[in-house]
């Protein structure tokens, strides 16, 4: 309404209302997207996925696109293994996604100033990954929440990161269907560690 009446011959309001335009058409975007996303792994919640993923490689690519979104320096990510293979069921797309969205969350909210580490650990019959930050941390009573749709550990924190509040609650639900869950550790100024247990096998 404002482009079409008074800023319709005004350059600077118009430029002002436009990028508006754009952020928030964005974030709603996004929000669509995740809900989507929500709804169809919530479908499919209890059928176990039937294919096996290459956690190494899925790993880097998760640490890749990271990377690129954020447009950070690759030696803010610090990846730790002593294997060069490690396969375990799943499925990929969504295994990447989860990963994504706990490596994000780590980078937006963490703010640590010191590089995010990421772990997989191999133990015989489990693997275990984990996401490690350095930053300000969660405060105790807020890690139960953490996975429930729209839920903020800081509701004064402004609306400016573009979440829509729903990454940790596809995690939880992708993991589910994993037959896994994730757990999350944190003390306040200190960081947050987030870490998945998988079986080997089903």
Known sequence: ETLLGVGKNDSDVREKFLKILKIESSRISSLVNDLLSLTRIERIEHTPP?????????LKDAINVSLTSHKIDKRMIKFFTKKNEVKVPGDYNELKQVFINIIDNSLKYGMSKKP?????????QMIKVTVQDFGQGIKVEDIPMLTN???RADQSRPRDFGSTGL??????????????QINIESEVGKG?????EFLKAF
């Open 149 to 151: 749709r729209f839920f």
């Open 116 to 124: 995010l580490e990421i772990r997989l650990e191999d133990n015989k």
């Open 50 to 58: 039937d294919t096996v993923v290459e956690m190494i490689d899925l």
């Open 192 to 196: 947050s560690k987030f870490s998945v």
């Open 167 to 180: 990454g940790l609650s596809i995690v939880k639900h992708i993991l589910n269907r994993h037959k896994t």
